[in-house]
């Protein structure tokens, strides 16, 4: 029982952290909304992943070396692919509100981050309960997308002096759909990379050499947002 209690708890506060934007946003009212976001970059993107790293695993840049340019590049390329998802991300914002754009982006994400390296790394992985699991989400996520958009557009028809707010709820849910498959990138580049870092985990622990590959997929999210 213990054993999964620590990695219950990193999950918990790593959702803590991750829903932590929405408190940056309110904070800053009169703050523009390019400045909010540079912000959020740099301690989201930046520092917190440098600095966390860097405790857990000093010689983090010692393994970054040890491992191949084509894995090193998967991370980085993730890392790309995570910050355009991110751009994608906030401009469904504007259109849409956090709720459903974050909904939009964490569910996707989930789903392709998990489904990704299971295709790639391990085919045979796709006829598992697990993989079964995460079509069945992805089909009802895709059906919830669907229902949405036709209540919006059923709700929309009783406001002609709007016109334009179908269109731009439609580009919101588009932005926010896209936003959850590039940010996937993440996910499935750190699956497809830790197989890499766990074999050089003979001379630390299992836990330090997997927190090193977060650092080059923030780091490259980072230029890009």
Not at 193 to 209: E, V
Request: net charge positive; with cysteine; aromatic share 12%.
């Amino acid at each position: 029982m213990q054993d999964y209690l620590f990695p219950v708890a990193t999950i918990c506060l790593a959702g803590i952290f991750n829903g932590s934007y929405p408190a940056l946003l309110k904070r800053l009212p009169h703050w523009p909304e390019e400045a909010k976001w540079l912000l959020f970059s740099v301690y989201a993107f930046f520092l917190i992943p440098l600095i966390t790293v860097s405790l857990v695993c000093p010689q983090w840049l010692t393994l970054l070396q040890l491992i191949s340019l084509k894995v090193l590049l998967i991370l980085i390329g993730g890392g790309i692919l995570f910050g355009v998802g991110m751009i994608l991300f906030t401009w469904a914002l504007r259109y849409i509100g956090i709720g459903t754009a974050f909904a939009l982006n964490i569910s996707l994400g989930t789903v392709f981050g998990s489904l990704i390296p299971m295709q790639v790394g391990h085919p045979l992985a796709l006829k598992t309960e697990l993989a079964i699991i995460d079509f069945l989400a992805l089909g009802c996520f895709v059906t919830a997308i669907i229902m949405m958009s036709f209540a919006i557009s059923v709700r929309d028809k009783s406001k002609p002096s709007k016109p334009q707010a179908l269109t731009k709820v439609l580009l919101g849910l588009l932005c926010g759909t896209l936003s959850g498959i590039f940010c996937a990138a993440q996910g499935a580049s750190y699956g497809l990379a830790s197989i890499d870092f766990t074999r050089l985990s003979n001379s630390i622990s299992l836990f330090n050499a997997l927190t090193v590959p977060w650092l080059p997929i923030f780091l490259s999210a980072f230029v890009i947002y």
